[in-house]
Each structure stands twice: as C-alpha cells, then as structure tokens.
C-alpha cells in the first residue's frame, strides 16, 4: 500500500536530478553516487539509515550494495514508488546499481549523462534488474 513517504521519497529523490555523478560523492548540487542519493534521499525523508559501507571501487563486484540493504531496509516483493532499486547482473544476482523507482522511471546516478537523471524504466535498465527494498522509517 503507498504511503505519503512513498511520494515524499519520489519528490525528494527529484531534488537531486541534474546534480553531477560524482563516485562515493554525498552533496546534493555538488557531487552524489547512487549510494549517495539512496543514503541522502532515505535520511532526509527520516529513514533509518547508518552507512556503513567502506570505501567501495567504482565498479562494485562483490555483495556491498545488498549487505547494505539487508542491514537496513527491508525486501519488497511489489516495485512501488520510492522504492530502491537495484540492478546489476542477473544471472550472477550481484548488483552494483541503485536507483528510486517512480513508477514508469527510475531516478539514479548516470555514468553516461554524469549526473542524476530521470529515465524511463525500460530496457536495457529493466533487464538488469535484481531486486528492490524499502526504506525502514524512524
């Protein structure tokens, strides 16, 4: 069922469109990473969050980015708005990509564009898609 967060997290999350895609960057219209928009937009909405991730390689290979979110945010089974979603490889179920999911768009990190942006959540996104997690509230 959507909550107010739901749209709070969307909204907030839209703030961040055009600041530039800086790797572990956590400064809204300085510099921001996918992890960074999920970890600021979360707290700024009043998610419990507590990072702590170590420093982490521009390209993750390995299981950081679901240690994160089992630790703190709970598995949906249903893409909502404001959702977090994560892509990556399927096959292997290791992601390495977040996102906030709108609805029809996923707003993220781009390497290609170098800021945040909007995009339709379609291929080639929609198959690398692994999973997505909720944000737990104080």
């Known amino acids: 069922m959507l909550s ?41 909405c009043g998610a419990l969050i507590t990072e702590a991730i170590p420093c982490y390689k521009r390209i993750i290979r ?13 598995v949906c089974n249903i893409l909502t708005p404001g959702s977090v979603v994560v892509l990556g490889n399927p096959v292997k179920m290791i992601g390495h990509h977040l996102g906030v999911y709108t609805g029809p768009t996923i707003i993220h990190a781009s390497g290609a564009a170098k800021h945040i942006v909007e995009t339709v959540f379609e291929s080639p996104l929609k198959e690398k898609f692994i999973s997505a997690w909720s944000y737990r509230w104080l």
């Open 4 to 44: 107010q967060r739901n749209f709070d997290v969307v909204s907030k999350a839209r703030e961040y469109i055009g600041t530039p895609a800086v790797h572990q960057g956590r400064v809204k219209g300085v510099g921001i990473d996918c992890v960074g928009l999920i970890v600021c937009v979360g707290r700024e």
């Open 62 to 74: 390995n299981r950081i980015v679901e240690k994160l979110l089992a630790e703190q945010f709970d």
